[in-house]
């Protein structure tokens, strides 16, 4: 018979299930198993066989207490057999255990069906004593049957989602899923709700989809950028009892470009030097916009007030700033101020906007006045000048003006660095440039130095322009022969036969070209042996007269030939032109022009006389040598005892040639302002070029401007080529012309003490009374 299990809760019926094993025809009764109920057994009996087949369902639990199963039975167990229960399988031993002896079930452990849903267990009767089988193995199942023991969980939160600010209610932002695992097919254990708890009115989360969409119109992100929305999954499809799980996501507004740029000022004012260099920063403005990214970028632009194109403005990328510069100099003396418009316009606009945002404001550009150098008439000048000029003539002139309001005077100066040689000079008032040094247009054809321009009131405002002086020829060169040459004429020759072709060089360059004229001296007009022929190309030919020259006669003839050229006036010069008589071949090929040749002997040629005399020279050469050395072997090394070098002693007296002796000391130094004032070289280095004397500074009505000379003097010091690189010293004697006595020194004066008349000191007041009388009496003294 069937014996009832204990269930906490009574399972719904479990489908029928087919039979799973089959038992073998053995003699006795079967093993029966006590199930869940008559509705739920599923038994097959046989007769001297059985088919048993059962699933005990159990609901799962946490324990701790046993529980029980359900409980097996053979007919066997009848009058005191002595037999046993064995179970085998899953869970055998640990998870079930079988009473031997009842056959009765207990689950041991807990039973989770989220780990194991099905045990598949073998259970069979033995015998007690022996443990022989008395019937075969029987198979059976446990099923565990599922409770609502599971939250749902949210495995991939927290979720971080995004859109689009000003987004349409209903705009899907995101979608959330939960698991659960409890089983989804028994009961609603795993049927799950999605509800919000956090974010609302901003958003909604559809119950069965768990889509989240915007749900609130006109979000601002510029307002607020960021949300939190708290979702919550209830299974037991959201009855009362079911267990719930919550994540938490994190909505994120995304930008839009709906803010336009702003300037933070409607007027900037910016004060620009005129010297400002082009393409330097004149001063910044910048539009604000509340939107981020892309959206705030902004490009900068002038669409008014710069109609001469001075200004240009560049936009700052990473600051976002617009960047006024220079495009052209300014000129104060010209505009002083500019106003000009500025407009901000954002690089991305929306299609629904209707084009992109802007904003605009004005610039005042106001021009400070600087003081600038002096700007020449010209950057270059270009001047001829004849190489035969003479000296001091005014090749030209330069001219620089002051550009600032308060003009100063200009000084001009040579950049001697361009004139080593000091071939040119400069008035510093006026800049006329005047040659200072003869020209050579065969040496140098081209001059290019540097003239400065100077501001008086500001010696550090220095212009510089470049002079290109060119030198004019003039006919100052004779022409003459364009080698040495040196004919040969053949003692057989023929009369006309040509000896030689002259042609002439000059080094003057006339704009027509060169024509020379060439002619004999007079002296030789009517010479019998030779003759010349112009071939009109600048050349000529020279020609024999007649065949009868003889090296024994005569071995070398000079032809003086003048050469004129075509100038105004024409130059010419006399070249000579030497002709050998020589021996030739009957093809005209010279082999021999040495008269010598005819008083050799026979047996001895010129080259074997050349041999013997260097032999005889070689020997003197070793003869002299052995001399040498014996006399110099024979000389002693004692130094005879009057030639002591130790003993001697060098007496010598020098006296000073007393107050005439005006060499030991330069007075070069103490200058006249009124005299001339020379150029005193340095003493400490050695120039390697003689400079010119400069001419001294002329004093105006008022006497000398000290400061004037001063800075006169630095500048040349300044400029001068030869100037050592390291600092020294310049000295300069200065002498001022306060006393109306004039100088009382005689160091200069040509004449004697003896010719000197100091009567006047009397009468220039007691101070020098007594210096008169001082002088007067050593007048007396002398003539005593």
Not at 449 to 469: M, P, Y
Not at 607 to 612: D, V
Request: glycine fraction near 8%; aromatic fraction near 8%.
């Amino acid at each position: 018979m069937f014996n009832q299990p204990y269930f906490p809760v009574p399972p719904p019926l479990p489908p029928p299930l087919a039979p799973t094993s089959k038992s073998t025809q053995t003699g006795g009764s079967a093993v029966v198993a006590s199930g869940l109920g008559e509705g739920q057994r599923l038994l097959s009996r046989a007769k001297r066989g059985w088919v048993w087949n059962q699933m005990f369902v159990l609901e799962e639990f946490s324990g701790p207490d046993p529980i029980l199963v359900g409980r097996l039975h053979t007919d066997l167990d009848v009058g005191g057999k002595n037999i046993k229960y064995v179970l085998a399988g899953e869970g055998a031993g640990t998870i079930f255990a079988i009473n031997e002896l009842t056959g009765d079930i207990h689950a041991m452990k807990r039973l989770d069906r989220e780990e194991k849903a099905e045990y598949t267990l073998t259970a069979q009767v033995v015998n007690a004593d022996t443990d022989e089988p008395l019937e075969p193995p029987s198979e059976f199942i446990i099923k565990v049957q599922d409770i609502n023991d599971n939250p749902p969980q949210f495995i991939e939160g927290p979720y971080r989602a995004s859109v689009p600010e000003m987004s349409a209610v209903g705009t899907p932002v995101t979608r959330v899923t939960a698991t659960d695992a409890d089983d989804p097919v028994y009961g609603n254990s795993a049927k799950l709700v999605y509800s919000i708890l956090e974010g609302q009115p901003y958003f909604s989360i559809d119950p069965n989809s768990a889509t989240i969409k915007v749900a609130l119109h006109g979000m601002d992100r510029e307002m607020r950028e960021e949300y939190l929305v708290v979702i919550q999954a209830k299974d037991m499809g959201g009855h009362m009892g079911g267990l719930s799980g919550t994540t938490t996501v994190t909505v994120t507004l995304t930008d839009v470009n709906d803010n336009p740029p702003k300037f933070s000022k409607s007027l900037y004012e910016f004060v620009i030097p005129e010297d400002l260099p082009i393409g330097k920063m004149g001063g910044k403005v910048k539009a604000n916009d509340r939107d981020i990214g892309e959206n705030s970028k902004s490009t900068y632009s002038i669409v008014e007030g710069d109609e001469q194109g001075m200004f240009e403005i560049f936009t700052d990328t990473q600051a976002q700033e617009g960047i006024l510069r220079l495009k052209r100099p300014l000129d104060y003396e010209s505009k002083r101020a500019f106003t000009l418009k500025v407009e901000a316009t954002n690089v991305r606009s929306e299609p629904s906007s209707g084009g992109p945002f802007k904003d605009s404001a004005t610039v005042k550009v106001v021009v400070d006045d600087s003081d600038e150098p002096p700007i020449f008439s010209k950057p270059m000048y270009l001047l001829e000048v004849n190489e035969n000029a003479p000296i001091n003539t005014v090749i030209g002139s330069v001219t620089a003006r002051d550009p600032d309001s308060s003009s100063s005077i200009v000084r001009y100066f040579i950049d001697r660095h361009t004139d080593l040689e000091r071939q040119f000079n400069i008035n510093v008032d006026d800049g006329k440039i005047t040659l200072a040094k003869p020209l050579d247009r065969e040496t140098d054809m081209w001059h290019n130095i540097t003239v400065t321009a100077t501001e008086v009131r500001n010696h550090s405002q220095i212009s510089r322009a470049i002079v290109a002086i060119r030198v004019m020829d003039i006919n100052d060169n004779a022409p003459e022969f364009a080698t040495e040459y040196e004919a040969f004429l053949c003692e057989n020759g023929k009369p006309g036969q040509v000896i030689q072709t002259v042609s002439a060089v000059d080094k003057d360059d006339p704009i027509q070209g060169h024509y020379f004229d060439y002619r004999l001296v007079p002296e030789m007009l009517n010479n019998p042996n030779f003759t010349i022929k112009n071939n009109q190309d600048n050349s000529i030919s020279v020609l024999a007269k007649h065949d009868t020259f003889r090296r024994q006669k005569q071995e070398m003839y000079f032809l003086p030939i003048i050469v004129t050229d075509n100038g105004n006036p024409p130059m010419s010069s006399t070249n000579t032109l030497t002709i050998r008589v020589c021996g030739c071949s009957k093809d005209g090929i010279v082999q021999s022009c040495n008269v010598e040749a005819y008083v050799l002997p026979i047996g001895l040629s010129m080259g074997a006389l050349i041999a013997i005399l260097a032999c005889i020279i070689l020997l003197l050469v070793i003869v002299v040598l052995f001399v040498t050395l014996r006399r110099h072997k024979n000389e002693p090394l004692i130094i005879k005892d009057d030639e002591d070098v130790r003993e001697n002693i060098i007496r010598y007296d020098d006296e000073g040639g007393g107050e005439e002796d005006t060499e030991a000391f330069d007075i070069a130094t103490l200058q006249n302002p009124d005299g001339i004032n020379g150029y005193l070289p340095r003493k400490d280095i050695k120039p390697d070029l003689q400079f010119m004397p400069r001419a001294g500074q002329h004093s105006g009505p008022n006497g000398v401007d000290v400061d004037e000379f001063i800075n006169v003097r630095l500048h040349e010091a300044d400029n001068d080529p030869t100037a050592p690189p390291y600092d020294s010293i310049q000295i300069y004697g200065y002498e001022g012309r306060g006393s109306i006595a004039g100088s009382l020194s005689s160091l200069e004066t040509a004449s004697s003490d003896s010719d000197q008349n100091y009567d006047y000191l009397r009468e220039w007041g007691p101070r020098f009374r007594r210096l008169g009388e001082l002088y007067s009496v050593g007048e007396s003294d002398r003539e005593t």
